[in-house]
């Protein structure tokens, strides 16, 4: 009874949580019989005097007399006695690849030669990381801290991205109002730049996304407004083409609004058609015979008279 409390019966992960990234089991001794649970998602890491004994990764329950220490570095050769345990530390590494959102807190200015201000834009996306070098992990962080949080290493990466940012998106002269169509090359550049900065703690950058940048409200209108602009050169063929799949498809049928629109529209676009072929049939009347009909505007072929309407050509 005397030594109640002092020794461990189960060596695990206590305080396992989602977003922590290692826990450490520590100041309490281990004692014979004591077993280590390492459970899927977990690696345990054996330290004595802050130096690496050994790792475990298979998930499983484990006798730590005869499964664990004869694989330690140096305690290989430990002998629990009646009232000797075994004082250690063991590292529990969460193994999952971390996915993290995030988004600037305010605007940054990006320098551009059309606003002496520079242009507001906020950006938001994910990035995804995971533990790599359990020894430069322990060497860093470990083996001053007990846990390590996803929240941790959040605040480290957002504390340098307003600045990655402005360099990627100034980088080779990006279209300030169009930043959208070089997110996947902007994006690189930082991920490279963000694993940089977090190697030597024992993690690296898995993947960093930008799913959109946002311009001030009045920038995004303008946008929005030269984006129609540019489409008004089409809009003619898309309005013909629409009304013809509607017709065809059913969905525009007579005794309706929407019909009598589509017949209006339909009717134009035919007058200015014929109209058209009749100002081409006009050009070419100089003597030699019209590729169209001046009478009915059926398209003429090798005879000299209308095959629809008779009219001599």
Not at 69 to 87: E, V
Request: one cysteine or more; a neutral charge.
């Amino acid at each position: 009874m005397i030594f109640k409390g002092q020794f461990a019966n189960v060596v695990e992960w206590e305080e396992f949580r989602d977003d922590m990234i290692f826990w450490k089991w520590t100041n309490r001794e281990i004692k014979k019989g004591s077993k280590l649970i390492i459970r899927p998602g977990q690696d345990a890491i054996f330290l004595y005097n802050g130096k690496i004994e050994g790792i475990f990764k298979d998930e499983g329950d484990y006798d730590i007399e005869s499964d664990i220490i004869p694989f330690l570095s140096t305690l290989k050769g430990f002998k629990f006695g009646f009232n000797t345990g075994m004082r250690a530390e063991v590292l529990f590494v969460n193994t999952k690849e971390f996915t993290v959102k995030w988004g600037t807190k305010n605007a940054i200015n990006i320098p551009t030669s059309q606003l002496p201000g520079g242009m507001p834009i906020r950006a938001n996306g994910t990035f995804n990381f995971k533990v790599n070098d359990y020894i430069a992990l322990i060497d860093k962080i470990a083996g001053v801290k007990t846990t390590y949080l996803v929240e941790d290493v959040k605040l480290r990466i957002t504390s340098i991205l307003d600045q990655l940012l402005m360099k990627w998106i100034t980088k080779e002269g990006k279209d300030m109002f169009n930043l959208q169509a070089n997110a996947f090359d902007i994006a690189k550049g930082i991920r490279e730049d963000l694993d940089m900065e977090i190697v030597d703690n024992g993690m690296t950058i898995t993947g960093f996304n930008i799913m959109s940048f946002n311009y001030p409200e009045e920038i995004q209108e303008m946008i929005n407004k030269v984006a129609s602009h540019n489409m008004v050169g089409d809009l003619g063929k898309y309005q013909q083409v629409s009304m013809v799949d509607g017709m065809s498809s059913g969905k525009v049928k007579g005794g309706g609004t929407a019909s009598d629109m589509a017949g209006m529209m339909m009717g134009m676009n035919i007058a200015n058609e014929m109209v058209k072929n009749m100002k081409e049939n006009k050009d070419t009347s100089n003597g030699s015979k019209p590729n169209f009909c001046p009478n009915c505007g059926q398209k003429t072929g090798e005879g000299n008279f209308c095959s629809n309407c008779g009219h001599k050509l």
